[in-house]
Structures are given as C-alpha cells and as structure tokens.
C-alpha cells in the first residue's frame, strides 16, 4: 500500500502538503485507505503524480493553469480511447472496406 | 533482499528510531550464534544488517527511496511508469474527463461517414459570425465588409435603427450545398458599441447638455452635435435642469433625439449673484419638494 507520505519520499523536494493539495483538488484521486483516514495510491495514481510533479516542479506550470493542462490531457486520452475503438471496429471490417479506409486516411494525411 | 523495508518490518515512514529499534528486536531473534540450530538465520541476519546500513543511512536511504539504487546499494536507472503507459486505463477509469463522451462523440467526429441519405440532401451548413458596430452606424446605417476564414469579402448592409442583439441573415453566403441543394446562410450577430455621449432607448436617443444659471433662466441658443450633424437648440427661458428638449427627427431611423438640460453652477463663489439671491424676493413663494413624496 501506498500512503500519501510514501509517495511523496518518491521525489526529492515533494511535501506532503503540497501532494495533499494535488489530492484535494482531485488532480489525482487514490483511494481512501482501510482505516479511512489516509489515502491509497495504486500505481496509475503514482505515475499521474509523477506526470503533476514534473508539470509543477521541472517545468513550472503555474498553479492556475494546472486544471486546464489536466482537462486537456483527460480528453486526450479520452479521444485515443475513443479512437481505438473505433479501430477495433474497423478491424472486423471486410478487407475491401479497411483497404477503401487505410488509402482515405493516408490521403487526408497529405 | 528486495525491500529492506519489509527486512525490518517497518513501514516507509518509519523514524531512524523506529529502524533502530526493529533492527535490534530482529538481530537479537535472529543473530546466527544465538541459532546455532538454524541454518536459516545467517541470511536472516545478513538481510537485516543490509537493511539497516541502508535505512540507517539517511542520504542511502533517501536515494533507495526515489529508486536511485536498489537494496545492495547499487545504482540503477530509475524505472518508471509513465502516466501514458496507463493511457488505457487512465480514461477508461476515474480520470475520465468530467461525464466523458458520450457515444455521440463518434457521430461528431464522423458525421460526414454517418450522415444518412437525408442529411446529404440537406442544404449547406449556416456560417455564423459577430460584427460590433459603432452606435452612430446603427444610428444612420452603414455598409461594412466581413473578411470570413476562407478569405471570401462579405459587404454587410447595415439599416439605420438595427438594433443590438439583432441578426443578420445573408442568403445562400454560408456553406455551399451539396450537388444540387442550396447554399446555407451566413448569420450575423450585431452588437452596438457604447457611444460616450448618446443613450438609446429604441429609435429615441438622449444625451446630456450642461446649461449655465444665466442660459437656464435667460433662455439660450447653443449649437450641439447630433447624430446627424449639428443643429441649434433653442433653451426656453426659466428652464430647470432635468427638462427635456425635442430635436426631432435627429434620433435613430428617422426617431427624435433629446437633450437633457443639466444645469451646472459656477465653479468659484460669485460674490455678486450672492448679494443678488440675499436680498430676492421670488414675485410666486414656492416650494420645490412640496409635492415630493413624504418617507
């Protein structure tokens, strides 16, 4: 299990308050621990930290500009969910009709 | 050993002390010469004395922490999971954009694939636009030349009394139609700018004029600005600040214009007007807030 205070002694400078912070204002959402007083961090709660550390700390993303950069990104990957479904669906698309999509896209790549 | 943390039984928070004091508890269950029995307890007793010269070090323990070094002290390239390697997941769970979106998304993104027979037939999409015009070119109409996205010139007629918030409808000026079927229309909100002297309240249009006491109570004639150039405006004589004054048909479309007399005192004493009210008799006594309503 990782706790709050766990996650943060994975960076060199990250207070606990200021990972709370990030937590309070659900840029990153782990769990309620057992007892219910802490968090649990799984390993995708850890990676979105590291992503948020490295906005704050390395490239010095303002505070306020945070919540905009999070909902972009969120809908990014959103859209590439999206997208791969929709991939999937064309994959059990008759070969004339893939061959027909695969020459459509490369042209509207040009 | 993989996690001197779990050598010791500690958490990772654990306080130098509480290492310390695990360490001991463990090294004397576990001290070899006192298991002679126990082949098991030497690499017990090694991984808990590796644990503790690593946690018991803070600036060891600080790079373990990051996962600069591994548990024997040697380096290693700190292995991460990037968020992207979550991507999947990342949307499909709690990071989902607020609602998510909705399977209409793919009917947004490939409308053109999806659209049906019927749609097609349908005319070209409407383009919309916002035009900010200035309150005299609302006032007397005006004839203004769009540039739209695709570098086409639209020339926008404005009529005289247009009024804020209205919009414009140029046909056929939109999206060209598919084959055969007609062009869409561009629409264009107006908003009208402020002026700094005129108001408006529909085709009517008002505007401030400051009167000395000697024009208010004389009479005047004084040249003012119109929305349709300049006029004279005659002020009765005896008029009291307040007073309305019609210029008719110099308003909006052919509507009138008001000048809303404000009388305005000098700005030093006048010793001689003083001396004057001090010793006025008015010819009619009257009370200018008799007929105000009492609180």
Same mark, same amino acid.
């Given at each position: 299990?990782?706790?709050?205070?766990?996650?943060?002694?994975?960076?060199?400078?990250?207070?606990?308050?200021?990972?709370?912070?990030?937590?309070?204002?659900?840029?990153?959402?782990?769990?309620?621990?057992?007892?219910?007083?802490?968090?649990?961090?799984?390993? +995708?709660?850890?990676?979105?930290?590291?992503? *948020? =550390?490295? !906005? @704050?700390h390395?490239?010095?993303?303002p505070? &306020?500009?945070m919540? +905009?950069?999070?909902?972009?990104?969120?809908? *990014? =990957?959103? !859209? @590439?969910?999206?997208?791969?479904?929709?991939? &999937?669906?064309?994959?059990?698309?008759?070969?004339?009709?893939?061959?027909?999509?695969?020459a459509?896209?490369?042209?509207?790549?040009? | 050993?993989?996690?001197?943390?779990?050598?010791?039984?500690?958490?990772?928070?654990?306080?130098?002390?509480?290492?310390?004091s695990?360490?001991?508890?463990?090294?004397?269950?576990?001290?070899?010469?006192?298991?002679?029995?126990?082949?098991?307890?030497?690499?017990?007793?090694?991984?808990?004395?590796?644990?503790?010269?690593?946690?018991?070090?803070?600036?060891?323990?600080?790079?373990?922490?990051?996962?600069?070094?591994?548990?024997?002290?040697?380096?290693?390239?700190p292995?991460?999971?990037?968020?992207?390697?979550?991507?999947?997941?990342a949307?499909?769970t709690?990071?989902?954009?607020?609602?998510?979106?909705?399977?209409?998304?793919?009917?947004?993104?490939?409308?053109?694939?999806?659209?049906?027979?019927?749609?097609?037939?349908?005319?070209?999409?409407?383009?919309?636009?916002?035009?900010?015009?200035?309150?005299?070119?609302?006032?007397?109409?005006?004839?203004?030349?769009?540039?739209?996205?695709?570098?086409?010139?639209?020339?926008?007629?404005?009529?005289?009394?247009?009024?804020?918030?209205?919009?414009?409808?140029?046909?056929?000026?939109?999206?060209?139609?598919?084959?055969?079927?007609?062009?869409?229309?561009?629409?264009?909100?107006?908003?009208?700018?402020?002026?700094?002297?005129?108001?408006?309240?529909?085709?009517?249009?008002?505007?401030?004029?400051?009167?000395?006491?000697?024009?208010?109570?004389?009479?005047?004639?004084?040249?003012?600005?119109t929305?349709?150039?300049?006029?004279?405006?005659?002020?009765?004589?005896?008029?009291?600040?307040?007073?309305?004054?019609?210029?008719?048909?110099?308003?909006?479309?052919?509507?009138?214009?008001?000048?809303?007399?404000?009388?305005?005192?000098p700005?030093?004493?006048?010793?001689?007007?003083?001396?004057?009210l001090?010793?006025?008799?008015?010819?009619?006594?009257?009370?200018?807030?008799?007929?105000?309503?009492?609180?």
């Amino acid at each position: 299990m990782n706790s709050l205070e766990t996650v943060a002694l994975l960076f060199e400078d990250l207070e606990t308050g200021e990972l709370a912070g990030w937590v309070a204002q659900r840029w990153i959402q782990p769990e309620p621990d057992a007892d219910g007083d802490g968090w649990s961090f799984r390993d +995708i709660d850890i990676a979105r930290t590291r992503l *948020i =550390y490295d !906005l @704050r700390h390395e490239m010095e993303t303002p505070e &306020a500009t945070m919540p +905009i950069v999070l909902s972009l990104l969120d809908q *990014i =990957y959103e !859209l @590439r969910r999206l997208v791969d479904g929709f991939g &999937a669906v064309l994959a059990e698309q008759p070969t004339a009709i893939r061959d027909a999509i695969q020459a459509g896209l490369e042209r509207a790549a040009h | 050993m993989d996690d001197p943390y779990a050598a010791l039984g500690v958490p990772k928070t654990a306080s130098q002390a509480e290492i310390q004091s695990a360490y001991r508890t463990l090294a004397k269950r576990h001290h070899p010469d006192l298991n002679p029995g126990k082949p098991a307890a030497e690499a017990r007793f090694k991984e808990i004395s590796a644990a503790n010269a690593l946690l018991s070090n803070a600036e060891k323990r600080a790079r373990f922490d990051r996962g600069e070094i591994d548990s024997a002290g040697a380096e290693r390239p700190p292995e991460r999971r990037f968020y992207r390697d979550f991507g999947d997941d990342a949307a499909r769970t709690k990071y989902r954009p607020e609602g998510g979106f909705d399977a209409s998304a793919f009917d947004d993104f490939f409308s053109r694939a999806f659209e049906t027979r019927a749609a097609q037939a349908a005319r070209g999409a409407d383009l919309h636009f916002a035009l900010t015009i200035t309150f005299l070119e609302a006032a007397n109409g005006a004839s203004r030349v769009l540039t739209l996205p695709d570098g086409r010139k639209l020339k926008v007629e404005i009529a005289a009394g247009i009024a804020d918030g209205q919009t414009l409808r140029l046909k056929g000026q939109g999206v060209p139609g598919l084959g055969q079927t007609p062009d869409g229309d561009a629409l264009i909100a107006i908003s009208i700018a402020a002026h700094p002297i005129f108001r408006r309240e529909g085709d009517a249009a008002f505007f401030d004029l400051k009167v000395t006491l000697k024009e208010a109570v004389l009479g005047a004639k004084i040249d003012v600005a119109t929305p349709k150039g300049n006029v004279t405006l005659t002020v009765p004589p005896n008029s009291t600040s307040g007073t309305r004054l019609r210029i008719k048909g110099r308003g909006i479309a052919g509507g009138d214009l008001f000048a809303v007399l404000e009388l305005v005192l000098p700005p030093t004493p006048e010793p001689a007007l003083a001396a004057f009210l001090a010793g006025w008799k008015p010819d009619a006594a009257f009370d200018p807030r008799a007929t105000e309503a009492k609180p």
